[in-house]
Each structure stands twice: as C-alpha cells, then as structure tokens.
C-alpha cells in the first residue's frame, strides 16, 4: 500500500474496517523514516520496541472491541520542545541533552487517551529560535522538495516529516510563524490556533505569551481532528481558555460541497505590497483568489497600518520572555553543567557558554538588554504598546470582514546558508508573526508550485480569535478547489 501524504482520517477509516493493523502502520513508518530520514534527517529519536508495543496494544483493544477513539493506533511524531514520559526532551540544545522527560505535556497526555501513538522527536532550530531549523545543535533538517533547501524553522522536522511522508501527522509549535512558515515551506497543511486555545503545560517555554502548539498535517480535515483532541481548558496552564472547544472536524465534513457565498475576505495591502514579496507567491496569490472568488467569496481591501512595526516588536518581546525563561538553564538548576569550572560563577559561564548555541545567545543577550534598567521603558514598554496597536488593528478589520487572507511567505523556501544575515532570516516571518503577537488563529494551506524553483507556495487564512470553526471551512472549501490536488515531493 502507498503511505504517501496518506492522512490519519484514512488511516482511522481503514483500522475500523479492519483493512489494516496499527503495527502494520507503524511499521510501514518506522521502514520509511529507516529509508529516507538520513537523507531528510527530520527526526532526532525514535524506539521502535516502544512504537510497536504500543501499536500492539491498540490492536487489542481495537480486537476486544475497547478501542480509545477512532485514531486509536494512529502515530504522531512530536517536536523535541514537548515532552513525553521518559523520552529525552532536548530542545535540539545541548545543555538538554540527556534530559528525560517525567510527565507528559497536556496534549500528549490527551493524544494518549485516545490511542494515538508517540512516533519520536523531531528536530528544530534550538529552543524554537530560528526561521530555517539550521540553529539545531545536532543536525540540519533538510526539505524534502529540495535536500539542499531548508525546510524552514523553528518547527522544521515536524514540517518535514509529514512531508517526506515519514508520519501522517506532528505536532509543533508556533511563537512568530514557526508552525506556518515550514508547513508553507513543505507543501503541508500548518494551524497556530487562537492563543490560549490549547494547553502549553509541557511546552518547553521560548516566549509565554505567544507560544501555542498546533499541528502539521497532511490536509485541512487532519488539522482539525487534532484541535479537537489536544484543546480545551487546562488547569495545570494559567493562559488556558474557558470557553468551549470542540467541534472543528464536524464543521469541515458539514462544509463539504458548499459554496462561500456571503462571505467576504480582507485583503491587507501591506502583505501584498511587501517589499522582498517574490512572483511566484503573489502568482499563487491570485490564483488563490480566484479560487475563492469562483465558490462565491467576496474580496474587501483592508488595512493593518501597523504591520510594518511587527518585527520589531515581536523580537523585543519574544526576547525578553526567551531570556526570563531561559534563566533557569544554568547548570544548577536545570541543564548540563560544565564539570571543568572552579566556581559558582565560572559555573554559570561555561554551562551556558558551552550548552547554547549562536542563535540562542544573541537572543537571550538581547532580550536582558531590553529589560535592563533604563532601557525598559525605551524598548520593552513601547513594544507591548505597538503590540496594542497590532491587535486593534485586527480588531478593525474584522468588522469589515470575516476572514483575512494572506501569503504564508514572502518567498518559498531558501537554500542552505542563503540567509547569513540574522535581520534577512527573521523577515522570513514577516507574514506570520502579527497573528501571534494578536492571538488570533491562522492556518497555512499549500496552493501552488513556484514553476522556477518546483518549490510549493501557499496561502494563510486568518481569523478573529475562536473563530477556528469558519475559518476550516474555508480552508477546506479552498483545499477541495485549488487546482493542485496532490502535493507530495519526489523523494
């Protein structure tokens, strides 16, 4: 049987039929991560023997009749900054290394009750500080669509696997794009949903109040079938939301076949205007749109003034959140500890000299600079306003329209050390990053090949927050009409 893009609806249909055993999935998977990953090298670890127990186990209950849920035997993969029960959480660092994990994060800990399957970590820029998943301390994860392009970042192994078809479904997280970005750079379906709207208990913090994990998929429906598994409120998590959730794949198999008449879509002429902004994303832009416009979808100019302070103000805030967070990682606490040091200063030092990369120091040391005394109020207050600012002006132009969309990127995806630069490598994000600092929920959804390149190129669905419900239907309806039906890299 042919695995390839194959998603976890398909698989759960086929496990209830009984055309399928869950150690037949897992093991087609565990052969095909063994194939094609030294070439992708999207996975940092993984234990068959635990894989297929747990497999075996899920068989039997599905043979006693006591099967967790319809996906019970299904797997998915996890980015290494979520932890699992006796797995190594490392955060593609260093200093974390030989770190084991004594708890499930919430959305483990939920996946888990309804069957579904651990299959290993995937890497990630460290500590979910990147843009291109170049920043891992271990190894560069590749694109598969290209071995010499990168798959983007931070969430590039959870991205890349799906792609390479080597799980159904991962899970990410996305701080200022990190789930979006790769999902556009791998020609897969990526959700950051509604800030709050799934537990970060078990999340290896980057930045509080933007972080939220979501998952990467194979299309709009498998996207919607995780939320409704790993949301809702979470007592062990203080950012949790209240309100109800569920619901979001009955809302996709009940917008099947209808059209998008009534519904109008804001497009933000800063996104379009975009310096940097290549043809071939504006090309599947249009394309895009006139998908949309033959279902019914009504297009309104809008406005998001404030999106050229984005940026910005995203690296001012996630900065001085990374280096309040990352404090704790000093070689007494938490984290390797350099052995050579002859004191508690030197300790310091060393441990985090030697346990964080590049891309890491250059964030903590910015983030303490901005919340250094004097400079509080220059950068960090002024960025928490502006970040007022963002929010209001989605608050605006969701008035006027019920959905907003955009480019994913402004480019697809890059080659290999194309961005030396650190200012040229955080504008990869420049489409992403306002929804995070807003809080609202956004997916990216493939809509194109960039005929020059073969690369994929996609477009992102933003919607007030708690809105995911609308916003999968029109994901779905588009995902149904583009013209591309297939996306699938010739590994």
């Known amino acids: 049987m042919n695995y390839s893009n194959i998603t976890m609806h398909k698989l759960s249909d086929m496990l209830e039929n009984n055309e399928i055993t869950s150690v037949e999935i897992c093991t087609n998977y565990i052969d095909r991560i063994e194939a094609v ?24 209950r599905r043979k006693n009749g006591k099967a967790l849920s319809p996906y019970d035997g299904v797997p998915i993969a996890m980015k290494d900054n979520i932890t699992v029960t ?22 483990v800990e939920r996946l888990k009750n309804n069957g579904l399957i651990p299959l290993g970590r995937l890497n990630m820029d460290e500590f979910a500080m990147g843009s291109s998943c170049e920043n891992s301390a271990f190894q560069k994860t590749a694109n598969p669509w290209d071995l010499d392009s990168v798959p983007g970042g931070s969430s590039g192994g959870s991205a890349a696997s799906v792609a390479a078809s080597e799980v159904p ?7 200022g794009g990190s789930i979006r970005q790769p999902a556009a750079f791998c020609g897969v379906v990526g959700l ?4 709050g709207r799934v ?5 290896i913090a980057f930045a ?4 939220q994990i979501g998952p990467i998929s194979n299309d709009v429906l498998d996207a919607a079938i995780i939320l409704d598994l790993i949301g809702g409120n979470d007592p062990k998590d203080s950012t949790s939301l209240n309100d109800e959730c569920g619901g979001f794949a009955d809302a996709i198999l009940e917008s099947a076949g209808c059209d998008l008449k009534g519904l109008k879509i804001g497009i933000p002429k800063e996104y379009i205007d975009c310096e940097g902004i290549s043809e071939s994303v504006l090309t599947a832009f249009n394309k895009s749109k006139e998908v949309l416009k033959s279902k019914g979808a009504e297009f309104i100019d809008i406005s998001l003034p404030h999106t050229k302070y984005a940026v910005s103000v995203y690296y001012v805030i996630a900065t001085a959140e990374a ?29 985090r000299g030697k346990g964080f990369g590049e891309e890491v120091q250059r964030r903590i ?50 080659k290999f050390g194309a961005k030396k630069d650190p200012l040229q490598m955080y504008m990869a994000d420049i489409f992403t990053i306002a929804l995070n600092l807003a809080g609202n929920c956004g997916i990216s959804v493939p809509a194109d090949i960039d005929e020059a390149s073969g690369l994929p190129v996609s477009v992102q669905f933003i919607s007030p927050e708690l809105d995911e419900k609308n916003m999968f239907k029109v994901a779905n309806i588009f995902e149904e009409n583009r013209e591309i039906k297939d996306f699938q890299p010739n590994l």
């Open 37 to 60: 990953d030294s070439k992708v090298k999207a996975f940092l670890k993984f234990d068959k023997e635990i894989i297929l127990k747990a497999a075996k186990c899920a068989d039997e």
């Open 169 to 175: 479904v991962s899970l990410g997280s996305d701080t």
């Open 86 to 107: 006796g797995e190594t959480c490392s955060c593609a660092s260093k200093i974390l290394e030989p770190v084991e994990a004594p708890y499930d994060a919430t959305v």
């Open 323 to 351: 280096s309040a967070n990352l404090a704790r990682f000093d070689g007494i606490r938490y984290g390797a500890r350099d052995m050579e040091a002859k004191d508690l200063l030197e300790t310091y030092f060393k441990s």
């Open 208 to 211: 509080s109040s933007l972080d």
């Open 199 to 203: 537990s970060r208990y078990g999340l």
């Open 192 to 195: 950051k949903p509604t800030y």
């Open 365 to 414: 040391l910015l983030g303490t600079y901005v919340l250094s005394s004097g400079y509080y109020d220059a950068y960090y207050i002024k960025a928490q306003k502006a970040r007022t600012l963002i929010r209001k002006d989605f608050d605006e132009a969701f008035k006027k329209c019920d959905i907003i969309l955009t480019p994913t990127t402004p480019t697809p995806a890059f």
